[in-house]
């Protein structure tokens, strides 16, 4: 098997690189400018140039494509519509259409702001959709589209990504957390924290099962954006990486607007992949101590 990887850049990406290096299976990497983030050079592919990904499927010919590239600013894809669809939609029928002229497989990945967010059980994967931004609406007709292609794809959702490195919302807390006396943090919010790293390992594992259609990927488990603040906080002091906790106030979404309206309630439900591939993610506060643990042996 020989894997394109499309985004190798990012907190997904770099996981996968990562998890790619390890297993000892072919692969290439691509990002928008052509290097890695150590310098490296790799293949360039921008998604926002039509016909980028699709060249460079057929030229390299890989067994399996990984899309792990997005646009993913959610506030800023609210006045910038048209490039939010053009690399999280139209670009996967690109991708699609090259991928099955050569036989390849494609993944992908997608996200919980496809729903409305105002459930009171986990999202199944045969809920209907109804996102409420840009960035949803861009991301659901990214799903439609890889489908449509007619290639082999898996697609899998994900929710409240982070990781050691890269902008998420682990690593704001602990920059913030380390200036400031006390924060306020949104507490009616409910998801499920999924570290890059489990999800590079679970997409090999789904990989190598040929895993086909969509799927939920989150931990076990369920949070707030507050109560996820609180937890992280506390490990950090007890690794070193603060030096005290700050005071965090729970604060409703209605106290911190934004551009794009956030699901209230992002927590999926994973019974599936676990059934069909036998892939099941720990609960979420082992994730937060593994990310804090990389920091922490980094410093």
Not at 18 to 28: D, P
Not at 143 to 166: I, K, N, P, Y
Not at 199 to 204: G, N, P, V
Not at 255 to 260: D, G, K
Request: charged share 20%.
């Amino acid at each position: 098997m020989s894997v394109l990887l499309l985004g190798g850049n990012g907190q997904v990406g770099s996981a996968l690189r990562a998890a790619l290096t390890q297993s000892g299976q072919a692969w290439r990497s691509s990002t928008r400018s052509g290097e890695l983030p150590n310098g490296t050079p790799c293949a360039r592919c921008d998604l926002a140039i039509p016909g980028s990904a699709a060249g460079l499927i057929a030229t390299l010919r890989p067994t399996v494509v990984i899309n792990a590239t997005a646009y993913t600013a959610v506030d800023r894809a609210e006045s910038e519509p048209e490039l939010a669809q053009r690399i999280n939609a139209e670009a996967l029928t690109e991708i699609g259409e090259a991928a099955k002229k050569i036989g390849a497989r494609v993944v992908h990945y997608s996200t919980d702001y496809v729903f409305a967010g105002d459930a009171t059980q986990p999202y199944r994967e045969t809920d209907p959709t109804d996102p409420q931004s840009i960035y949803g609406r861009s991301k659901r007709d990214g799903e439609q589209a890889l489908l449509d292609s007619g290639a082999e794809s898996l697609t899998l959702r994900l929710a409240w990504v982070f990781a050691a490195e890269g902008q998420n919302f682990l690593r704001t807390m602990l920059r913030v957390g380390a200036e400031r006396e006390s924060l306020r943090v949104v507490a009616d919010q409910i998801g499920a924290p999924t570290p890059a790293h489990w999800i590079a390992e679970a997409t090999l594992k789904a990989t190598d099962a040929e895993l086909q259609g969509l799927y939920h990927l989150t931990p076990q488990g369920q949070t707030s954006w507050h109560a996820y603040a609180e937890a992280l906080f506390a490990q950090a002091v007890e690794r070193g990486l603060l030096s005290r906790a700050p005071q965090v106030q729970a604060i409703p979404t209605s106290e911190y607007p934004t551009p794009a309206r956030r699901p209230a309630w992002s927590v999926l439900d994973s019974h599936a992949i676990a059934r069909d591939g036998g892939i099941a993610l720990p609960h979420w506060s082992l994730g937060v101590a593994e990310v804090l643990d990389q920091i922490a042996t980094t410093r």
